[in-house]
């Protein structure tokens, strides 16, 4: 289980902090979605919760961060990479730039970490196979679209072998048809059992995959709940958060007082 | 596959369930041409075919959204409009005159091209001065430039932060201000790149009143989108790109119409889910949230 | 005199040689000229004019263009070659990765291997956004194509954002690799390395003991400087 406890955590040469005392708990096989307007802090939430924050961009981070009881304080970016790892928006950044194939691409997490070879082998295909990308393996990784880049850089990220993972708004920069990989990719990232914290400003996205969703606002956690309810919480529009379209549908036509989609025969 | 329907929508934004066959098709035709472009080609140096013959007529006045996957040829038809790049065979008329081998500075009083990433733009420091940056390449000078900046950041909801750093704002309000350096230019035509990506609720709300506004004054407004909710209710007309061709052109209605869904399937795009609510329902065409309500309400 | 020119030429032809095999002799052909002429021109510019000799050619001026001159230049000229010919064949014929990862396994530190070939990403990937960066600027009216008073107009918009994106780029991506263990420090085992063949190892030991030979060479006075 990974924990915030008390987070509060200021940016290097910001005079303010972004977090207040976030609380906020990751067990084992559930899968959080975090939502919130811009600035709201969810970015944040994601670097602090893994390790980045202060770790390797400085600034100072009160409160604790636990992982199964245990303070991370102390451990390196190396070490606490093997409990929790971070992906981000931009597919591109992520490359590292030194791999020739997807699959070296994605053994360089596990070769890093000064496994042998055979250990190294098995985790980069058992992840290409999580993640059903075994056709990309011998692709160029600078030559995939961002969808595929994306789902290479999950991949990467997995063979590191975390019980943790947490993307920061992993289609923010894709298209359609990126997006759509990547939420199959989610679904198959929860079926392994890893916790999974993703931040999102598409709610139709956590729609039907999260176990539970919570709301930021201003730096602070104002709502932490089963999805459902959550995501059906009439105050989100106020926090910046657009409802799911299914959740704004339903209203529209409660407001005309018009039979609601179930009634009308809609699949949930 | 359904076939390419060319009908060239009236002025103004609003969707709705908008019958098929627009009234004002005759009146639009004769309106002017903000932008003409006829069998378009392109191919970069390095060989990629990115467009492979588009034609697309834009009225002056109209809403128009470009949507496709990254790859179809959306942001390569667009960079043709401002001059950035010279078709490699064809013919792009903007404003009636034919814009190849005219000089992109020259261009930019007609046609304000937003790009995705405000930090590849990005260089003043402070974001009066930003904005400030077009209008003066333009000639503006004085109080003339400085209502031009001051309306501009007031449309993006940036009027309190003219004299912020830009790299103070956080990343949506960036991109919030590399759309208002474009509006400030006030140019007939304005073409929009993703506007509403990575903006959560009220940044799109902005988006989509900025659009609002732009065809209330009369200006042609383009914008390239991947939300489709957004390009159903903000927009009279959605063309959708794929593999460097048009493959739909019409209005929201008709695009998102259930006999267009093969078409935008094979493109891997997904009608709004009012659409697929209204097709299930067997109500016609409901490609936005009010329609369908009306629809329904019509009904009962 | 003539034997001054024997040896680098002869070189140069090999190297030549080695780069039609390696299928980059067009493009290491156009390096060697770029890099090498500026030097080129002055090396032959002070060498020609000023050297003394005995055997005047040609007067110009103050100067006295003598014959030795302009061999020294010549000289010099062809052991310029040789060099930057060398060194291009090696930049040219080798795969960077290869290299790196062949001199992990030797024992060099992993995070070279990272910062080699980062560096070598850097390049086009600058250039790339500077490309992007100049179309949205010009978008915005900056006429690069104007005065020479306009385009100095456009250093400050043009250069600006690349250097900040850069930045931007550079933080992320470090942040990207260090999740990903990149900073850990200690061996790793390679998946892969170059294999290396009797036959380079032997063309290796015989380079090492040539360059020996030639240096205890010069060190004894049997080689001895251009004159």
Same mark, same amino acid.
């Given at each position: 289980?990974?924990?915030?406890?008390?987070?509060?955590?200021?940016?290097?040469?910001?005079?303010?902090?972004?977090?207040?005392?976030?609380?906020?708990?990751?067990?084992?096989?559930?899968?959080?979605?975090?939502?919130?307007?811009?600035?709201?802090?969810?970015?944040?939430?994601?670097?602090?919760?893994?390790?980045?924050?202060?770790?390797?961009?400085?600034?100072?981070?009160?409160?604790?961060?636990?992982?199964?009881?245990?303070?991370?304080?102390?451990?390196?970016?190396?070490?606490?990479?093997?409990?929790?790892?971070?992906?981000?928006?931009?597919?591109?950044?992520?490359?590292?730039?030194?791999?020739?194939?997807?699959?070296?691409?994605?053994?360089?997490?596990?070769?890093?970490?000064?496994?042998?070879?055979?250990?190294?082998?098995?985790?980069?295909?058992?992840?290409?196979?999580?993640?059903?990308?075994?056709?990309?393996?011998?692709?160029?990784?600078?030559?995939?679209?961002?969808?595929?880049?994306?789902?290479?850089?999950?991949?990467?990220?997995?063979?590191?072998?975390?019980?943790?993972?947490?993307?920061?708004?992993?289609?923010?920069?894709?298209?359609?048809?990126?997006?759509?990989?990547?939420?199959?990719?989610?679904?198959?990232?929860?079926?392994?059992?890893?916790?999974?914290?993703?931040?999102?400003?598409?709610?139709?996205?956590?729609?039907?995959?999260?176990?539970?969703?919570?709301?930021?606002?201003?730096?602070?956690?104002?709502?932490?709940?089963?999805?459902?309810?959550?995501?059906?919480?009439?105050?989100?529009?106020?926090?910046?958060?657009?409802?799911?379209?299914?959740?704004?549908?339903?209203?529209?036509?409660?407001?005309?007082?018009?039979?609601?989609?179930?009634?009308?025969?809609?699949?949930? | 596959?359904?076939?390419?329907?060319?009908?060239?929508?009236?002025?103004?934004?609003?969707?709705?369930?908008?019958?098929?066959?627009?009234?004002?098709?005759?009146?639009?035709?004769?309106?002017?041409?903000?932008?003409?472009?006829?069998?378009?080609?392109?191919?970069?140096?390095?060989?990629?075919?990115?467009?492979?013959?588009?034609?697309?007529?834009?009225?002056?006045?109209?809403?128009?959204?470009?949507?496709?996957?990254?790859?179809?040829?959306?942001?390569?038809?667009?960079?043709?409009?401002?001059?950035?790049?010279?078709?490699?065979?064809?013919?792009?008329?903007?404003?009636?005159?034919?814009?190849?081998?005219?000089?992109?500075?020259?261009?930019?009083?007609?046609?304000?091209?937003?790009?995705?990433?405000?930090?590849?733009?990005?260089?003043?420091?402070?974001?009066?001065?930003?904005?400030?940056?077009?209008?003066?390449?333009?000639?503006?000078?004085?109080?003339?430039?400085?209502?031009?900046?001051?309306?501009?950041?007031?449309?993006?909801?940036?009027?309190?932060?003219?004299?912020?750093?830009?790299?103070?704002?956080?990343?949506?309000?960036?991109?919030?201000?590399?759309?208002?350096?474009?509006?400030?230019?006030?140019?007939?035509?304005?073409?929009?790149?993703?506007?509403?990506?990575?903006?959560?609720?009220?940044?799109?709300?902005?988006?989509?009143?900025?659009?609002?506004?732009?065809?209330?004054?009369?200006?042609?407004?383009?914008?390239?989108?991947?939300?489709?909710?957004?390009?159903?209710?903000?927009?009279?007309?959605?063309?959708?790109?794929?593999?460097?061709?048009?493959?739909?052109?019409?209005?929201?209605?008709?695009?998102?119409?259930?006999?267009?869904?093969?078409?935008?399937?094979?493109?891997?795009?997904?009608?709004?889910?009012?659409?697929?609510?209204?097709?299930?329902?067997?109500?016609?065409?409901?490609?936005?949230?009010?329609?369908?309500?009306?629809?329904?309400?019509?009904?009962? | 005199?003539?034997?001054?020119?024997?040896?680098?030429?002869?070189?140069?032809?090999?190297?030549?040689?080695?780069?039609?095999?390696?299928?980059?002799?067009?493009?290491?052909?156009?390096?060697?000229?770029?890099?090498?002429?500026?030097?080129?021109?002055?090396?032959?510019?002070?060498?020609?004019?000023?050297?003394?000799?005995?055997?005047?050619?040609?007067?110009?001026?103050?100067?006295?263009?003598?014959?030795?001159?302009?061999?020294?230049?010549?000289?010099?000229?062809?052991?310029?070659?040789?060099?930057?010919?060398?060194?291009?064949?090696?930049?040219?014929?080798?795969?960077?990765?290869?290299?790196?990862?062949?001199?992990?396994?030797?024992?060099?530190?992993?995070?070279?291997?990272?910062?080699?070939?980062?560096?070598?990403?850097?390049?086009?990937?600058?250039?790339?956004?500077?490309?992007?960066?100049?179309?949205?600027?010009?978008?915005?009216?900056? @006429?690069?194509?104007?005065?020479?008073? *306009? %385009?100095?107009?456009? +250093?400050?918009? =043009?250069? !600006?954002? &690349?250097?900040?994106?850069?930045?931007?780029?550079?933080?992320?991506?470090?942040?990207?690799?260090?999740?990903?263990?990149?900073?850990?420090?200690?061996?790793?085992?390679?998946?892969?390395?170059?294999? @290396?063949?009797?036959?380079?190892?032997? *063309? %290796?030991?015989?380079? +090492?003991?040539? =360059?020996? !030979?030639? &240096?205890?060479?010069?060190?004894?006075?049997?080689?001895?400087?251009?004159?």
């Amino acid at each position: 289980m990974l924990e915030l406890r008390g987070a509060t955590y200021r940016y290097a040469g910001y005079a303010r902090p972004v977090l207040h005392e976030v609380d906020l708990a990751l067990r084992d096989g559930e899968i959080v979605g975090l939502v919130g307007g811009t600035e709201s802090g969810k970015s944040t939430i994601c670097l602090v919760a893994s390790g980045l924050a202060p770790l390797s961009i400085g600034g100072e981070l009160r409160g604790e961060v636990r992982i199964d009881g245990e303070p991370t304080a102390g451990l390196s970016v190396h070490e606490l990479a093997q409990w929790v790892v971070i992906g981000f928006q931009n597919p591109a950044t992520q490359r590292s730039g030194v791999a020739a194939t997807v699959f070296e691409e994605v053994a360089l997490g596990p070769m890093n970490l000064g496994l042998p070879v055979a250990e190294t082998l098995a985790r980069a295909r058992r992840a290409l196979a999580t993640l059903r990308i075994e056709h990309l393996a011998d692709r160029d990784p600078a030559r995939l679209s961002g969808g595929q880049g994306q789902l290479v850089a999950i991949a990467g990220l997995l063979a590191m072998g975390p019980r943790h993972v947490i993307l920061d708004e992993p289609t923010a920069q894709l298209d359609p048809e990126g997006s759509n990989l990547v939420a199959a990719a989610l679904r198959d990232l929860a079926a392994t059992g890893a916790a999974l914290l993703v931040a999102e400003q598409r709610t139709d996205l956590l729609d039907g995959l999260c176990d539970r969703v919570v709301v930021v606002d201003g730096g602070r956690i104002v709502l932490d709940g089963p999805a459902a309810a959550t995501l059906e919480d009439r105050r989100l529009e106020d926090w910046g958060v657009e409802p799911p379209s299914r959740v704004r549908l339903a209203r529209a036509l409660a407001a005309r007082g018009l039979p609601s989609l179930a009634e009308l025969g809609w699949p949930a | 596959m359904a076939g390419v329907s060319t009908v060239a929508a009236g002025a103004g934004g609003a969707s709705g369930a908008a019958d098929a066959g627009v009234a004002a098709a005759g009146a639009s035709r004769a309106a002017a041409a903000a932008i003409e472009v006829a069998g378009l080609v392109h191919v970069y140096p390095e060989g990629t075919r990115a467009l492979t013959g588009v034609d697309l007529r834009v009225a002056v006045g109209e809403s128009v959204a470009i949507v496709g996957q990254n790859g179809s040829g959306k942001t390569t038809l667009v960079r043709h409009l401002n001059g950035l790049l010279r078709p490699t065979e064809g013919v792009v008329h903007v404003d009636g005159r034919d814009v190849t081998g005219e000089r992109v500075a020259r261009l930019a009083g007609f046609v304000g091209l937003t790009f995705q990433d405000p930090d590849r733009q990005i260089f003043a420091g402070r974001a009066r001065a930003e904005v400030a940056f077009g209008p003066r390449n333009l000639g503006l000078r004085g109080t003339a430039l400085e209502a031009a900046v001051a309306d501009a950041l007031a449309a993006v909801g940036l009027a309190d932060a003219a004299d912020v750093n830009p790299y103070d704002l956080g990343y949506s309000r960036r991109r919030l201000l590399a759309i208002a350096s474009v509006l400030a230019m006030r140019t007939p035509i304005v073409i929009l790149d993703e506007p509403t990506t990575g903006q959560d609720l009220r940044g799109v709300a902005l988006v989509r009143e900025i659009v609002r506004g732009l065809v209330a004054e009369g200006r042609t407004v383009l914008a390239i989108s991947h939300d489709m909710r957004f390009v159903a209710e903000a927009f009279g007309r959605v063309v959708v790109m794929r593999e460097g061709r048009v493959v739909l052109d019409g209005t929201p209605a008709e695009v998102f119409a259930e006999a267009a869904w093969p078409a935008l399937a094979s493109t891997w795009l997904e009608p709004p889910l009012a659409a697929r609510v209204g097709a299930h329902l067997g109500l016609g065409s409901t490609p936005t949230e009010s329609a369908l309500v009306e629809a329904l309400a019509v009904r009962s | 005199m003539a034997g001054g020119y024997l040896v680098p030429m002869a070189l140069i032809v090999i190297v030549l040689a080695c780069a039609a095999v390696a299928g980059v002799l067009h493009r290491l052909v156009r390096v060697s000229l770029v890099l090498t002429l500026p030097i080129a021109i002055s090396v032959i510019l002070v060498s020609a004019l000023t050297r003394p000799g005995e055997t005047v050619l040609l007067v110009l001026g103050p100067f006295d263009i003598t014959l030795e001159g302009i061999d020294f230049a010549g000289q010099t000229l062809v052991r310029l070659f040789a060099i930057s010919t060398a060194i291009g064949l090696f930049t040219l014929a080798t795969d960077p990765r290869a290299f790196v990862f062949d001199l992990e396994r030797r024992g060099l530190s992993p995070r070279f291997a990272f910062i080699a070939a980062a560096t070598i990403e850097a390049v086009p990937a600058m250039a790339a956004r500077a490309g992007v960066i100049a179309a949205a600027q010009r978008s915005r009216g900056l @006429d690069t194509e104007g005065s020479l008073r *306009a %385009r100095l107009r456009g +250093v400050l918009p =043009l250069v !600006g954002p &690349v250097l900040l994106s850069s930045l931007t780029e550079v933080e992320e991506r470090s942040l990207a690799l260090e999740v990903r263990a990149f900073g850990r420090p200690g061996r790793r085992h390679l998946l892969w390395w170059p294999p @290396d063949r009797p036959l380079e190892r032997v *063309a %290796r030991w015989l380079l +090492v003991a040539a =360059l020996a !030979g030639l &240096v205890a060479a010069r060190l004894l006075g049997a080689w001895p400087p251009i004159p």
